[in-house]
């Protein structure tokens, strides 16, 4: 079995040895909010690698040993997946975790209430695990180890730790920032991706009967777009 110097240091047919081991890399799939590797450095004006040539070294790699359906295959699917991931939990859950302390609904030190570990977990612990296995052709990571749980710390803990905030908030006579987080929780809740929670159903497009591959298409046009937006800024 390959080693990660195989994948991400190696030389190939193609490539030189390198030791940067983020030079084949695309995402960062570290952060609280995953983002193409070059964004931050687009937005301060540098040049740097673009993650699309990234994706293209690597995948360069990846045809060493699979058939090009395949690689392509999974590249897409792992674009999707964390781009749904982002929108579904990541972008929501630290959203409602900055207005909490914008708001008075928790304080400055960290890590000295439930809902800031909650959050740490959701994004440090099984998101982490859930990305990098859909990165890495792991899907015990990616659902059971990761989604599963991911969904789990969302739902089941996070969700009830902001309303219990909400009310604590309201009975310390922080109405205004209790009616502020509320809204944004409710809006949060009421949002395609989560209105099943409170009984209603999810759009069509995520559905198990759905006839667009569960979403998939849809969430691959956008892919594509993307990577036809960064081919047109690179040239």
Known sequence: ?????TCHMSRTKDLPVTHDI??????????PVSAKVDSKAIEK???????LQRRKDMKSV?????GTNIVDAHFEQLDTFVVTFNDKFLIPAKKLFV???ENGLRDKTKFNESVEWTYFYLWHHEGRRARHGAAMFAPDYVHWEG??????????EMVPEIREAIEQARQNGNQQGAD?????LDETLASPMHRWFKGAKPPKAWRPSDDDN?????????MKAEAAAAREQKD
């Open 147 to 156: 989604v599963f749980e991911v969904a789990h710390r969302f739902y089941i």
């Open 45 to 51: 004006g540098k040049k740097v690698k673009p993650w």
């Open 1 to 5: 079995a390959p080693t990660c110097a």
């Open 214 to 222: 569960h979403g998939f298409n849809i969430m691959k046009e956008r």
């Open 180 to 184: 502020k987080v509320a809204k944004l």
């Open 22 to 31: 983020g030079d084949r890399i695309a995402w960062n799939l570290r952060a």
């Open 99 to 101: 207005a909490m302390a």
């Open 62 to 66: 990846c045809r060493s040993c699979h």
